[in-house]
């Protein structure tokens, strides 16, 4: 049988990783250039700790690991027979794969509570797992690369993540939109057309406005059991236009009935001011629409779209105020952002925006090999050049030179170095260079190489 790989997971190729490193190492620099510190935690998880923090919908996805042995050794064969898959579960299972890195996260933080200086900030950059339908764009397998800070309510923490954001984007290059909203903002939206009970109904429809347009938003609005008044009394918040501060101004006079949705322009035009006041590569746009979640967003909610391809989201985040409460800590605020490394790598390889080193090969000079005098040269030549940093090897079997030069042409290697009987007996080597063709004679010290095949 030929082997194969799970549905809903990838291979990557040298090439692939190396374009991903580069996409992991650029967003690992910034979050450190921002005071985040590097923490991980393990592949699995107890079920006790997933089970029950991602819905109903969510607890189906997560993939259960088999208890070790006899697993079926407490379980009743009648359970078996009427299929009781919740009950079989909890008693073959007791681990199972990390469905994000939030949950991870607040069981870190709580179980380290007393260790932990406040505000902590952390940066995770993992694989996460979840059994969904694979198709194109959605894996059963993927990483995620989130920066959090918990312990502290100050608007400062989103100014600086807006900020992280966008050093981000400018580093690789993506022109990029971050819209903006408030759940605070959205409540007293909800409040404002008399149906805050509503507000799940109210902002999953509304969120769909740039999928499904106006009409079917109003459409799916009716559907939920808003009336038609109500309705009617949303279309000027969904109507606003113009700059980004009239439309602030707009809905600062919209929602000045709403004591929450007041608070919640007020935290937008903080931000707001904040971030444009420090310089803005990315533009800057408010979305009342914007929803992400909003059993799980308490405050501002964040998200990144690529300006030049079309594709969904390629970061986003929000304030949470109860990222803990679900472990016994209540009341621990926090605010994050996530990076879609996989859609990042969309948008790069579109745009044909990987740099020329993000590349396969960590080799800049391959040494061909003409025997055994000749490569021992070579090897103390390549002591003398890995030590200076630079990336050497020799070709290991003594081959015909087409061979040789065939692997370093594949491999995008540079730079050949020769040393044959001529060289060996002048202590030269000649260097070739595999873009060009041309060839270099230079004595055979690591100055003189590094003289020729590192760039001016």
């Not at 790989?5 to 450190?32: C, H, L, Q, W």
């Not at 089970?51 to 997560?62: N, P, T």
């Not at 004591?259 to 001011?273: F, M, P, Q, R, W």
């Not at 000649?430 to 003189?448: E, F, I, R």
Request: include cysteine.
């Amino acid at each position: 049988m030929k082997p194969s790989i799970p549905k809903g997971t990838r291979d990557f190729s040298p090439v692939e990783m190396a374009r991903r490193n580069y996409i992991f190492d650029t967003i690992r620099t910034v979050f450190r250039l921002y005071g985040y510190n590097p923490l991980e935690t393990p592949a699995m998880e107890n079920l006790s700790t997933l089970m029950g923090k991602y819905g109903e919908e969510g607890d189906k996805l997560l993939f259960k690991i088999l208890n070790s042995g006899e697993y079926m050794k407490n379980v009743d064969p009648a359970e078996v027979a009427d299929l009781s898959y919740p009950k079989l579960t909890s008693k073959i299972s007791e681990k199972g794969l990390r469905y994000d890195l939030t949950v991870p996260f607040a069981r870190y933080v709580v179980q380290h509570r007393n260790d932990l200086q406040m505000p902590f900030k952390r940066y995770q950059i993992q694989p996460v797992w979840r059994a969904d339908r694979p198709q194109k764009g959605r894996y059963r397998e993927f990483y995620q690369c989130d920066a959090d800070v918990v312990g502290s309510d100050s608007l400062i923490n989103e100014i600086e993540l807006l900020e992280m954001v966008d050093e981000v984007f400018r580093r690789l290059d993506i022109r990029v939109v971050i819209k903006l909203n408030n759940r605070k903002v959205l409540a007293g939206i909800a409040e404002l057309i008399g149906h805050p009970d509503k507000i799940i109904d109210i902002t999953t429809a509304i969120d769909k406005l740039d999928k499904i347009g106006l009409e079917k938003v109003n459409e799916e609005l009716l559907e939920r059991g808003l009336s038609q008044e109500a309705v009617d009394r949303l279309q000027p918040i969904l109507a606003i236009s113009g700059s980004l501060e009239e439309r602030l101004s707009r809905l600062e006079t919209l929602l000045s009935g709403s004591e929450i949705g007041s608070l919640g322009v007020k935290e937008l035009v903080t931000v707001i001011n904040g971030v444009t006041a420090l310089g803005l590569t990315a533009v800057l746009d408010l979305d009342v629409s914007l929803a992400r979640g909003l059993n799980y967003y308490t405050g501002t909610i964040i998200e990144v779209k690529a300006a030049d391809v079309q594709i969904g989201s390629i970061s986003g985040g929000g304030r949470y105020d109860n990222l803990t409460g679900v472990f016994g800590m209540p009341g621990l605020s926090g605010v994050g952002v996530s990076f879609g490394a996989d859609r990042i790598y969309d948008v790069l390889l579109a745009l044909d925006l990987f740099p020329a080193e993000a590349k396969a090969t960590a080799t800049t000079v391959l040494f061909a090999n003409f025997g055994e005098s000749e490569s021992s040269l070579a090897l103390k030549l390549i002591k003398g050049l890995r030590a200076a940093g630079i990336p050497a090897e020799v070709y290991p079997d003594c081959v015909k030179m087409k061979k040789q030069m065939g692997y370093a042409d594949a491999s995008s290697i540079p730079f050949v170095a020769i040393i044959g009987e001529t060289e060996l007996a002048e202590g030269k080597v000649t260097l070739k260079d595999m873009a060009t063709g041309d060839q270099l004679s230079v004595n055979a010290d690591v100055p003189s190489i590094i003289n020729v095949i590192l760039p001016k």
